[in-house]
């Protein structure tokens, strides 16, 4: 789970607060960052901005910090190339459960991958981790499937 999903999560359980009162909670804040941050699939966010987040939601720094080198566009890179070289991969999910086998499809919603006892389809925003993870593309090389 990137660091965007894991933000909208904890703001959906603590009754849906709106990201303008995160804002106006944290005014040092700089206006629009939040949001921002839980709308990109690419890691945003410093140390600083992590720390008034975790504060804020009452989560240790760690558990927001990690996620940093998470971030969604990662995980499109590791299934595109997991699907391209047809090397299965591992999926670890929020719940503790892992997945591993071969990807049959994805989107930017979903995965299914193909395992040893059949087809599951994976919520992407269910991901944790993953490995193998891709190597980092080329200058030019970026996939384009989600940027905004």
């Known amino acids: 789970m990137s660091l965007g999903d894991k933000?909208?999560?904890?703001?959906?359980?603590?009754?849906?607060v709106?990201?303008?009162?995160?804002?106006?909670a944290l005014p040092e804040l700089p206006k629009g960052l939040y949001r921002?941050?839980?709308q990109r699939y690419r890691a945003v966010g410093d140390d600083n901005t992590i720390r008034m987040l975790a504060g804020?939601?009452?989560?240790?720094?760690?558990e927001l910090r990690w996620r940093l080198e998470?971030?969604?566009?990662?995980?499109?890179?590791a299934l595109?190339?997991?699907?391209?070289?047809?090397?299965?991969?591992?999926?670890?999910?929020?719940?503790g459960e892992k997945v591993t086998?071969?990807?049959?499809?994805?989107?930017?919603?979903?995965?299914?991958?193909?395992t040893e006892a059949g087809?599951?389809?994976?919520?992407?925003?269910?991901v944790e981790r993953w490995d193998p993870r891709a190597p980092e593309p080329e200058a030019g090389e970026e996939l384009d499937e989600d940027d905004e």
């Open 56 to 62: 804020f939601f009452g989560v240790p720094f760690e």
């Open 80 to 95: 595109f190339h997991a699907q391209s070289q047809r090397q299965p991969i591992t999926l670890e999910l929020s719940t």
């Open 70 to 77: 998470w971030p969604r566009k990662s995980l499109n890179r």
């Open 18 to 24: 709106t990201p303008a009162e995160i804002e106006a």
């Open 119 to 126: 087809s599951v389809v994976v919520q992407r925003h269910a």
């Open 101 to 114: 086998g071969a990807i049959k499809w994805w989107d930017l919603g979903a995965a299914e991958i193909e």
């Open 36 to 38: 921002y941050m839980e």
């Open 7 to 16: 933000l909208r999560l904890l703001r959906a359980e603590r009754s849906g």
